[in-house]
């Protein structure tokens, strides 16, 4: 593993392009976001920047944003988890065909998912009619904003989850079998303790995305202002006024805050894996994406 | 026979609690991911193959065709080569700030489509850090294919990288390692070790990187200025045409992205298949 004198070349040019492309793609537009805010001439003083943030229409937004998506994670989370189980442990038919169906939301363009859920979501919809009947409004609703944010989140707990389930022992849920544990006994003490740091993975990464995501959402929410107005249209909005000081101020909220949330995840994920770090040896290799 | 029995015993769940699942996670594969995949294509063809046809000749699809295929050309290969300049750095060499760095490259993952694309309008729009300099000389970047490049390469940035690092990392040096002490030039070991080794996982990134390419939404939405027949890629046509009321011309055009998806699922599938077959044939040699 150490490998002092390594002989391989090429180091120095691999590694300052790869610096130099960083920052000319990625670092020095991202970091606009925040001297734009902090430059002395901004656009922004600390006043403003409350100013914009205490405004009820920006703060509905942000409550819907963070709801729905958060709502959302849960919901994929467990259906999430119950597809990995599946396709992991039972024999099923077409699996193959149903695993590399999972990953259609990745694969699929935002704009397109978005315009398919809200025809087939709208009151005269596929599954918007029979919903309707019932009494349930979906599109053009917030519930609108967490089906389409459900879909989006989907293969981010599936992928997360299914690696773990596949490495798992299963010589301790016999070992606990044959001493007479019963499955749900088995479930909890031995199978959920050691999905759990990957499941709140796939949920970070899954709420992330959806608080995030805007192709998929406004075509299906309504966009109705204090209702079903989600922040990144919010800040689309601001822009085409030219109100650059607004978008500005409302990017950098959503981005701090989300930095936040995984970092505390991340947090508890690392408590986590030290308290039980042998049985958590696989899951190395998944909690990488989070910042 | 018998520990064999017992095994199968622990393993199964009760039968009302298989079924259960198996339903459950069945519908939910069905009614979130079979049925609007196959929405897509009866809303498109619902007025038939003429008025497909149609829709999709039109001047504005096909000037929206051909820009998605332009920026995603310009893209791909920039794309891929930061790829494997970062994965080479990064999983060939120990050096400080590494794990800084792999973090930073997946940075646009936590970044929404809307701030990227917003980044590059404080950057180059008319009231941006640049936005004088560039009228001055003429040059338009925000409302044009440019800044439909740059937002791209922002949000595609990690695809390939992320394919290659853990892949690279997992291989190990020893085979490079090898070739250069039996006299093979830097060059001559990358094309003939390192490439071969990966060509499958680099595939799989470049395959994800061109799907995501060309259809990204949110960050091309906000830099384009949505033009027609100049600065509208495939997916905006999209959200044109659906707004005019066009469901037709718009679920037209979004079959021919979903076709791009089925597409990078399928070799997808392929690719990660192959890439097993390589490193499981490698692994009895290698022990």
Known sequence: MVNKTNILPGFKPALGFTLLYLALVVLIPLSTLVFKTLAPDSLLTWQGYLDIISNERVQAAFRVSFLAALLAAAIALVLGFVIAWTLVRYSLPAKRFFDAIIDLPFALPTAVAGIVLASLYAPNGLIGKPLTELGFKVAFTPAGIVVALIFIGLPFVVRTIEPVLQELDTSMEEAASSMGASRWQIFQRIIFPNVFPAALTGFAMAFARGVGEYGSVIFIAGNMPYVSEIVPLLIITKLEQYDYAGATALALTMLLVSFALLLIINVVQMLLRRRTSEMLAPLASVVAITP | ?287
């Open chain 2, 1 to 287: 026979m018998n520990t064999h029995k017992l095994t199968k015993v622990a393993l199964n769940d009760p039968v009302w609690v298989r079924y259960s699942l198996i339903a459950v996670s069945l519908a939910t594969i069905g009614l979130f991911l079979l049925l609007p995949l196959v929405t897509i294509f009866i809303e498109a063809f619902a007025k038939g193959w003429q008025k497909y046809a149609t829709e999709l000749s039109d001047p504005n699809a096909l000037a929206a065709i051909r820009l998605t295929l332009w920026v995603a050309f310009l893209c791909v290969p920039l794309t891929t080569v930061f790829g494997l300049a970062s994965a080479w750095a990064i999983a060939r060499f120990e050096f400080r700030g590494k794990s800084l760095l792999t973090t930073l490259i997946d940075l646009p993952f936590s970044v929404s489509p809307v701030t990227a694309g917003l980044i590059f309008v404080l950057l180059f729009g008319a009231q941006g850090w640049f936005g004088e300099w560039l009228r001055d000389h003429d040059i338009k970047i925000i409302f044009a294919t440019t800044g439909i490049v740059l937002a791209t390469l922002f949000i595609t940035c990690p695809f390939v990288a992320r394919e290659l690092i853990p892949l690279m990392q997992e291989m190990g040096n020893e085979e490079e390692e090898a070739a250069l002490s039996l006299g093979a030039s830097g060059w001559t070991t990358f094309w003939r070790v390192t490439l071969p080794n990966i060509k499958w996982g680099l595939l799989y990134g470049v395959v994800l990187c061109n799907a995501r390419a060309m259809g990204e939404f949110g960050a091309v939405s906000v830099v384009s200025g949505h033009i027609q027949g100049l600065t509208n890629t495939l997916p905006l046509h999209v959200e044109n045409t659906y707004n005019e009321y066009n469901a037709v011309g718009a679920f037209a055009a979004a079959s021919l992205l979903t076709v791009l998806a089925v597409v990078t699922l399928v070799l997808k599938s392929f690719l990660e298949w192959q890439q097993q077959r390589d490193s499981d044939s490698r692994a009895p040699s290698e022990h």
